[in-house]
Antibody, heavy 126, light 108 residues
Framework: EVQLVESGGTLVKPGGSLRVSCAASGFSFSDHGMNWVRQAPGKGLEWVAY????????YYAHSVEGRFTMSRDIARNSVYLQMSSLTAEDTAVYYC???????????????????WGQGTSVTVSS | DIQMTQSPSSLSASVGDTVTITCRAS??????LNWYQQKSGKAPNLLIS???TLQRGVPSRFSGSGSGTDFTLTITSLQPEDFATYFC??????????FGQGTKLEIK
């Protein structure tokens, strides 16, 4: 079964740090880019970060750049999101999501997030 | 960054109805548009990719159309399990990906 399982979410004080993890199983982990997407309480979805299949390319949302670091461990089939200088605005459920690529006519590449974990809740509060 | 404007933000309908949700991109994104369904307390689920390609296992009452800047998600013959929140997402390079603000589909 293809599965992503997040962990590590908890209550953290403003200005604090936290690392959340995502363990993948049931598919060839090294073939896929991975993403973190978050959802604040009662709000919509916000893409946070992306890491390529090799780990060599990483992108961040403007709102977290310089504070969050995404990484992956091929041996452990896991991705991580190290978060620092946390504020109340970072309170959210954090989902990891597998990226899938489709090739269409004219060799155009399309991407989607086809497998999601159940999410891990991060609350930033004093 | 590309902005995605989704409408309506909420929608009431009855079982058996047909509904349409629209999503507009702030620039041409060709067909780099995906639709997700999210049920309360659950993770999003990919329904449609590349604007109109139904994911395996998704019922055929769901359909997507559009290209460029204007896209639609249509659900025909609504079933009780379809009442959820729907998000569009653009995946046009380069990152960041952006989502629409969501459409909550409720039972009338």
């Amino acid at each position: 079964e293809v599965q992503l399982v997040e962990s590590g979410g908890t209550l953290v004080k403003p200005g604090g740090s936290l690392r959340v993890s995502c363990a993948a199983s049931g598919f060839s982990f090294s073939d896929h880019g991975m993403n973190w997407v978050r959802q604040a309480p009662g709000k919509g979805l916000e893409w946070v970060a992306y890491i390529s299949s090799s780990g060599n390319t990483i992108y961040y949302a403007h709102s977290v750049e310089g504070r969050f670091t995404m990484s992956r461990d091929i041996a452990r089939n896991s991705v991580y999101l190290q978060m620092s200088s946390l504020t109340a605005e970072d309170t959210a459920v954090y989902y990891c999501a597998r990226q899938v690529m489709y090739v269409r006519e004219n060799q155009l590449y399309y991407y989607a997030l086809d497998v999601w974990g159940q999410g891990t809740s991060v609350t930033v509060s004093s | 960054d590309i902005q995605m404007t989704q409408s309506p933000s909420s929608l009431s309908a009855s079982v058996g109805d047909t509904v349409t949700i629209t999503c507009r991109a702030s620039q041409n994104i060709l067909s780099h548009l995906n639709w997700y369904q999210q049920k309360s307390g659950k993770a999003p689920n990919l329904l449609i990719s590349v604007a109109s390609t139904l994911q395996r296992g998704v019922p055929s009452r769901f359909s997507g159309s559009g290209s460029g800047t204007d896209f639609t998600l249509t659900i025909t013959s609504l079933q009780p399990e379809d009442f959820a929140t729907y998000f569009c997402q653009q995946s046009y390079s380069p990152l960041p990906y952006t989502f629409g603000q969501g459409t909550k589909l409720e039972i009338k």
